[in-house]
């Protein structure tokens, strides 16, 4: 692992014109990708297992067809003003995403980002019901804008000094790991949405939608029990409460289905999707039943939703997806079971590694100090994450003490058992 002045120098200049963002430990510098790998501006070569937060599903800088698609689109044209005039491209990639939907589905916006689609189901969702509250999750993260920061609810940073927020309620989310009991944990957080919010905070007349990831992704990548998602979908329906599925990180086939929460048998009123959407390229989309309705002419726009470079991205992903689904199916089925063997085999092998979770290939490895304390190895994770670097494997955090674990779908076996050798290699030394 070379880390030179160059690198140093980046980072030094990085401190001093950028505003902080969320920055890792480790001094990553990107200069170039492609597929299972990425390359920092040393030359030194990592196997990509963090997707760059969950963007590159279909491998780094994405595949041929992205690329050429996106070239293609710069030379006519790449900004279209979409919402203001017409253009076929927009129209077209909307018409196919609705096909990956359950029937009914036939409304999209389209954003730029995760947090943008979350702000656009908010104001749907008080726009078709008439109602004003909406209710979150303890550990959710649903963006930093500020509607949908009030959603958000995983580390006080990123609320400090941002309030007093929309009128949005949050509730436990069932965290088995953490729970006292967890064969009551599904029960649990429904009886607390019925006991306590809907009973006594608010009246379920005035909730206008539930916000849910299926799979919680900054909160720890915490995976809840099937039974939780049914009977949450059935208290949203008694009270003609909108249910709104947060699918920005882990929709687009992480889990080996388009629609994470097709994993629980259940379907939202709502979706949100980004990140792995637009091929690489920013996009958000916002998709709805079409029997709810439509909003009014300018009651919502933005300047740079369907963007035609980011649209011909997507829409060469996502022909991709549909023309090899059975393949990346099967693809993420026995990737992910490979995964998630080795690191049960790890749970049994080190005191460290404390829970194992996850569904297809979107997986979270929580690490702690003691199995009987369950206490976060919060160092421990950040060594471990320092060392995989130094050895050439991309990861990130996640929660307070979980590494996720989610490479390109279409990664091969040799580099996926190679990063996974690297990862138990820092876990030992750690454990150590």
């Known amino acids: 692992m070379k880390i030179n002045k160059r690198i140093n120098d980046i980072i030094a200049r990085d401190s001093m014109a950028i505003s902080t963002t969320t920055r890792e430990h480790y001094p990553f ?11 920092d501006i040393s030359g030194n070569k990592f196997i990509d297992f963090s997707t760059f ?19 293609e689109q710069v030379d006519k044209l790449m900004h279209p003003a979409f919402t203001d005039f017409y253009s076929e491209p927009p129209v077209s990639f909307a018409e196919k995403l609705l096909t990956m939907f359950p ?21 749907l969702s008080r726009l078709f019901t008439k109602r004003q509250y909406l209710i979150a999750f303890y550990n959710s993260f649903h963006g930093r804008t500020l509607g949908s920061l009030g959603l958000t609810a995983s580390k006080t940073v990123q609320r400090e000094h941002f309030g007093p927020f929309n009128s949005v309620i949050h509730t436990p989310y069932p965290y088995e790991y953490r729970w006292k009991d967890p064969k009551d944990c599904a029960t649990d957080c429904i009886e607390h949405i019925k006991k306590y919010i809907l009973s006594k905070e608010v009246s379920p007349r005035e909730v206008a939608a ?61 979706y949100t999707m980004a990140k792995a959407l637009g091929g690489g390229l920013p996009m958000g989309a916002t998709i709805y039943k079409k029997s709810l ?46 995964i998630l063997k080795r690191l049960n085999q790890m749970k049994e092998d080190y005191e460290i590694v ?79």
């Open 29 to 39: 510098v990107a200069s170039h990708g492609s597929g299972d790998f990425v390359f």
């Open 53 to 71: 937060i969950g963007v590159y599903t279909l491998g780094v800088n994405g595949n041929a067809q992205i690329r050429k698609a996106v070239k």
């Open 103 to 123: 029937k009914g589905f036939g409304k999209v916006f389209l954003s730029n980002s995760g947090t943008e689609a979350n702000e656009d189901a908010i104001k």
């Open 210 to 270: 539930i916000f849910i990831e299926p799979i919680q992704g900054e909160g720890g990548y915490i995976v809840p029990p099937k039974e939780f998602m049914k009977e949450l979908r059935e208290l949203a329906t008694e009270h003609q409460i909108l249910l709104v599925s947060d699918e920005v990180q882990s929709g687009y086939m992480k889990t080996g289905k388009f629609l994470a929460l097709d994993n629980f048998g259940v379907t939202a009123d709502i």
């Open 293 to 338: 309705g439509d909003m009014p002419a300018g009651s919502h726009a933005n300047t740079f939703g369907g963007n035609l470079v980011s649209v011909a991205a997507a829409n060469a992903s996502l022909e991709y997806v549909k023309r090899n689904m059975l393949s990346l199916q099967k693809m993420v089925k026995q990737k992910g079971s490979y």
């Open 354 to 432: 404390g829970d194992v979770r996850g569904i297809g290939m979107m997986i979270g490895v929580e690490l702690v100090k003691s199995k009987r304390t369950k206490e976060p190895a919060i160092m421990e994770r950040s060594k471990v994450l320092e060392t995989c670097f130094r050895e050439g494997l991309l990861l990130l955090p996640c929660g307070v003490s979980t590494i996720r674990i989610i490479p390109p779908i279409t990664i091969g076996q040799k580099n996926l058992e190679k990063g996974m050798d690297v990862l138990e290699d820092a876990i030992k030394s750690a454990s150590s």
